[in-house]
């Protein structure tokens, strides 16, 4: 399954980008998707995760702010950034896992788009 995400760019601080990425491949079925980053200097780090429930998670710092969401006819998970500070200057990686219909379990990431936040 390949992975290709976009969105990222320069933004004020205060401002919202959109991030996307669409999944293609073989018939496949993506069970959880997530988005993490990496800033400059910083190890990766998990941002936001969403289960084929419904049911999200996000890490503390992007509460409130940023939201994950999904669109399973289309294999595309979006993050909604609102409200950006510069600290979430990053590189921004999809990531998705699920099995193929084989029965074959996979997972995959994205190329990463870069977010800047300008103060």
């Known amino acids: 399954v390949q992975l290709q995400a976009s969105g990222g760019g320069l933004v004020q601080a205060g401002g919202s980008l959109r991030l996307s990425c669409a999944a293609s491949?073989?018939?496949?079925?993506?069970?959880?998707w997530a988005w993490y980053r990496r800033a400059p200097d910083k190890q990766r780090e998990l941002v936001a995760r969403i289960k084929n429930s419904g049911n999200t998670n996000y890490a503390d710092s992007v509460k409130g702010r940023f939201s994950i969401s999904r669109d399973n006819a289309k294999n595309t998970v979006y993050l909604q950034m609102n409200s950006l500070i510069p600290e979430d200057t990053a590189v921004y990686y999809c990531?998705?896992?699920?099995?193929?219909?084989?029965?074959?379990?996979?997972?995959?990431w994205g190329q990463g788009t870069l977010v800047t936040v300008s103060s």
């Open positions: 990531n998705a896992d699920g099995t193929y219909d084989s029965g074959y379990a996979f997972g995959s």
């Open positions: 491949g073989s018939t496949f079925n993506i069970d959880d």
